[in-house]
Nanobody, 125 residues
Framework: QVQMVESGGGLVQAGNSLRLSCAAP????????IAWFRQAPGKERDFVAA????????YYADSVKGRFTISRDNAETTVYLQMNSLKSEDTANYYC??????????????????WGRGTQVTVSS
């Protein structure tokens, strides 16, 4: 079964930074936009950021705008999420996925597939 592989999570203090990585099979990676979502215990999976196929445009949730940056390296088939100025409310399991359908926005989890197992980010205050 095809899956994305997330890595880079960990425990950090508020105000610090982390960079998450998302690796995928090349034939899937290069053809579609890719997004990061996150899910905290007892909560729904929320959109964080998405990046277009070429990497030219990024889309962000309001809660992370100005602090997080999404980028992609098509040669390495990897997408990154640079997270700065982390807050305790950023604590969650972070997942990446590939868009397989288009409902009109980039932030609908139902448009994405090939979810990985996620990487845990814990921010202590």
């Amino acid at each position: 079964q095809v899956q994305m592989v997330e890595s880079g999570g960990g425990l950090v203090q508020a105000g610090n930074s982390l960079r998450l990585s998302c690796a995928a099979p090349g034939h899937i990676f290069k053809s579609e936009p890719i997004a990061w979502f996150r899910q905290a215990p007892g909560k729904e999976r929320d959109f964080v950021a998405a990046i277009t196929r070429s990497g030219g445009l990024g889309y962000y949730a309001d809660s992370v705008k100005g602090r997080f940056t999404i980028s992609r390296d098509n040669a390495e088939t990897t997408v990154y999420l640079q997270m700065n100025s982390l807050k305790s409310e950023d604590t969650a399991n972070y997942y990446c996925a590939v868009r397989v359908r288009y409902s009109g926005t980039y932030n609908s989890a139902g448009d994405y597939a090939y979810w990985g197992r996620g990487t845990q980010v814990t921010v202590s205050s």
